[in-house]
């Protein structure tokens, strides 16, 4: 598999854009847990908001890899797609596991994290349909 950081750069500029909103709503959510819940709720609020961007950066090397594969099919492209979409619910599910299982991480923070950075991504993708 090829992973050429040009091709992964020009993939989708909205997806770095969002990536970027992503970075600045986990600063500000750290931040937040930090100053009520100390340095439990500012690790847990990191590692949810870390998690988002990780299932954005997954989406942006599959954008790459089927910008580079173009000229497939249909059906190669559709198989694309529900891999990326696989791949990405069980990065999720198991990231969720091992933060609040192995690693035991604050529930509330964690959530928060994940959520402000979903809603982003989620906001970001309509405000570029405009």
């Given at each position: 598999?090829?992973?050429?950081?040009e091709?992964?750069m020009?993939a989708s500029?909205?997806l770095?854009?969002?990536?970027?909103?992503q970075?600045?709503?986990?600063?500000?959510?750290?931040?937040?847990?930090a100053?009520?819940?100390?340095?439990?709720?500012?690790?847990?609020?990191?590692y949810g908001?870390?998690?988002?961007?990780?299932n954005t950066?997954l989406?942006l090397?599959?954008?790459a890899r089927?910008?580079?594969?173009?000229q497939?099919s249909?059906?190669?492209?559709f198989?694309?797609?529900?891999r990326?979409?696989?791949?990405?619910?069980?990065?999720?599910?198991?990231?969720?596991?091992?933060?609040?299982?192995r690693?035991?991480?604050?529930p509330?923070p964690?959530?928060?994290?994940?959520?402000?950075g979903?809603?982003l991504f989620?906001?970001g993708?309509?405000r570029?349909?405009?």
């Amino acid at each position: 598999m090829n992973s050429d950081p040009e091709q992964m750069m020009s993939a989708s500029p909205i997806l770095w854009k969002q990536l970027r909103y992503q970075l600045v709503s986990l600063f500000g959510m750290t931040l937040l847990f930090a100053l009520y819940n100390g340095i439990d709720g500012f690790l847990a609020a990191l590692y949810g908001g870390v998690m988002v961007m990780i299932n954005t950066l997954l989406l942006l090397w599959h954008s790459a890899r089927a910008e580079r594969l173009e000229q497939q099919s249909a059906g190669q492209n559709f198989r694309i797609i529900v891999r990326c979409a696989v791949e990405r619910l069980v990065i999720t599910v198991a990231l969720f596991a091992l933060g609040l299982g192995r690693l035991g991480l604050e529930p509330l923070p964690l959530i928060c994290g994940f959520a402000a950075g979903q809603l982003l991504f989620i906001i970001g993708g309509m405000r570029s349909n405009r």
